[in-house]
């Protein structure tokens, strides 16, 4: 037995004599929007301009919307979940009020963080903020996560194996930047040797 958006009678009423969105059909239903427009082309019912029709239950302020998606730079998601309503909902009062879409990232300040090694084998996070590129060595993290910001804003982190890339806590240590250039040409002459018991 066909299932009520399948039926060609109930489509042709609710979207033809009754006028109808695909969006108050679809929530009758309910079943996605996609699957009322699919079913309306099966049946090669014609299909409406655009519709940007807002469901009668919803009462929402475009200008608000429109303020918060421009202005605030938030997604449709995050609207939908403040005004508690759907991402359809919120994407028709846009495009009522022929708001232009958004590149992908345009509405972040940030551009999603990537993990890389350099060349000689530190491990860093990179961050895009406004066009530029920041990296962050992951030792520098896990030092800040050890000890605190305070204690590490001003010090090297020293790798005690002289290993880039073994990020251990225990295998981490503070020194001043005197102190860690101290060190690497004590290491150079010979006189200090590198701790490989970590």
């Known amino acids: 037995m066909a299932k009520k958006y399948q039926d060609e009678g109930w489509l042709r009423t609710e979207y033809v004599e009754k006028g109808r969105s695909t969006y108050q059909m679809a929530e009758d239903v309910p079943v996605t929007q996609e699957t009322v427009r699919n079913w309306l082309e099966k049946h090669e019912i014609e299909r ?7 469901p009668d ?21 995050d609207i939908a979940e403040i005004l508690g309503c759907s991402r359809e909902v919120i994407r028709m009062c846009l495009h009522e009020s022929g708001s232009p ?9 940030y551009e999603p963080v990537y993990h890389r090694t350099t060349a000689n084998g530190y491990e860093k996070w990179q961050i895009g903020i406004g066009g530029d590129k920041h990296d962050v060595p992951v030792h520098r993290l896990v030092a800040v996560a050890e000890y605190g910001y305070d204690e590490v804003v001003d010090k090297v982190v020293h790798h005690k194996n002289h290993i880039p890339w073994d990020n251990r806590h225990e295998n981490l240590e503070l020194m001043s930047a005197s102190e860690h250039s101290r060190y690497h040409i004590n290491v150079r002459h010979g006189n200090v040797e590198r701790d490989l018991n970590v």
Do not use: A, M
Request: aromatic share 6%; charged share 45%.
């Open 101 to 109: 879409p958004r590149k992908k990232y345009e509405h972040k300040l």
């Open 57 to 77: 239950q919803v009462d929402v302020d475009k200008s608000k919307i429109e303020d918060l998606y421009h202005n605030g730079g938030l997604t449709t998601r």
């Open 48 to 54: 409406r301009e655009r519709e940007i029709e807002l």
